[in-house]
């Protein structure tokens, strides 16, 4: 079992930055590939950005290539989203989950464990 919890959600103008967080408490934290994902009003949760146990590897969607970045500190059980050059369509909740496969996965049904999710809002 392992509790996620995010924050750092909020109001940010088009072009801004927001740094996401996700606190993990339970069993090792290193044990999980994490996973980001985000659902906007009236559409499906959809992948975000994943990445391995070790950190060592990620893959984004396309939608935030080179705009948002994962990370991970093991050593502090918290995974990290930093999102740059922020559109109004990013405006979502954004969820983080754990997943017991190395590399995370795209998909939401891999994931086993889901925070309550920190909503973002992006205006023009």
């Known amino acids: 079992q392992v509790q996620l919890e995010e924050s750092g959600g909020g109001l940010v103008q088009a072009g801004g930055s927001l740094r996401l967080s996700c606190a993990a408490s339970?069993?090792?934290?290193?044990?999980?590939?994490m996973g980001w994902f985000r659902q906007a009003p009236g559409k499906e949760r959809e992948f975000v950005a994943r990445?391995?146990?070790?950190?060592?590897?990620?893959e984004y969607a396309d939608s935030v290539k080179g705009r948002y970045t994962i990370s991970r500190d093991n050593g502090k059980n918290t995974m990290y989203l930093q999102m740059n050059s922020l559109r109004p369509e990013d405006t979502a909740v954004f969820y983080c989950?754990?997943?017991?496969?190395?590399?995370?996965?795209?998909?939401?049904?891999?994931?086993?464990?889901w925070g309550q999710g920190t909503q973002v809002t992006v205006s023009s």
């Open positions: 990445i391995s146990r070790s950190g060592g590897w990620t």
């Open positions: 989950a754990a997943s017991d496969a190395v590399l995370g996965s795209t998909t939401p049904n891999a994931y086993r464990f």
């Open positions: 339970g069993r090792a934290f290193s044990s999980y590939g």
